[in-house]
């Protein structure tokens, strides 16, 4: 959950970000969230055969790395920096794409390792997608009644606005990352060494 939050953030709070931070040139939304998107789609293949190579849980471990590099930079990011920023949707599209294809393959293995195949296949997987229900409406439900506590209305252009949107666009979400990839790292890399 952790993890599918700090991924629901941003897109929850994407088109602000895009409008308010970057102040971008009407109609690029659609530019960022194809880059964004196809990047993630080209890139499942490329994860595959990480996983070939380190393994499902260290190839997923990669992905979140890159995703937190990617948000780090993008809290640099200001006014103008539209191109910067369509690197940052490529980018981290290819953290998304270990995200799509890794964690349900985690979770296949783990109904074979607890001997629940063609039993109870159904119930893991439908808790597995309740949360990821959850996780946006969490993300939604709580970002945006917190960012208007902190000062960000949509349209700001205050600095203090701008980077209490920053924090919750970029930061935030990193440090959600890094809590999901201590605990696949602790409860699930460590655990098979």
């Known amino acids: ?19 308010d931070r970057l102040q971008a040139p009407p109609n690029q939304e659609a530019l960022f969230l194809a880059s964004f998107f196809l990047s993630a789609a080209l890139s499942i293949p490329l994860w595959l055969r990480a996983v070939q190579r380190l ?3 260290r190839s997923w471990l990669l992905g ?6 990617v948000f780090v930079v993008a809290a640099t990011l200001g006014q103008g920096d539209s191109i910067a920023f369509l690197w940052v949707c490529a980018l981290s599209g290819l953290g998304l794409g270990a995200d799509l294809a890794l964690p349900s393959a985690l979770l296949a293995g783990t109904v074979a390792a607890n001997d629940d ?12 997608n309740f949360a ?15 960012l208007g506590a902190l000062g960000y209305v949509p ?4 600095e203090a606005a701008l980077q209490t949107l920053t924090w919750a666009y970029c930061l935030l979400p990193c440090g959600l990352k890094a809590v999901a990839a201590s605990l696949l790292y602790c409860l699930i890399i460590r655990k098979k060494t």
């Open 1 to 19: 959950m952790a993890n599918g939050i700090a991924s629901a953030m941003p897109a929850t709070l994407l088109l602000f970000f895009v409008q």
């Open 55 to 57: 393994g499902l849980a």
């Open 64 to 69: 979140m790395g890159l995703s937190m590099a």
């Open 117 to 128: 195949l063609g039993r109870a296949e159904g119930a893991y997987f439908g808790w597995w």
């Open 132 to 146: 990821t229900k959850l996780n946006l409406a969490l993300a939604a439900g709580v970002t945006l009644p917190l």
């Open 155 to 158: 349209g700001a252009r205050s």
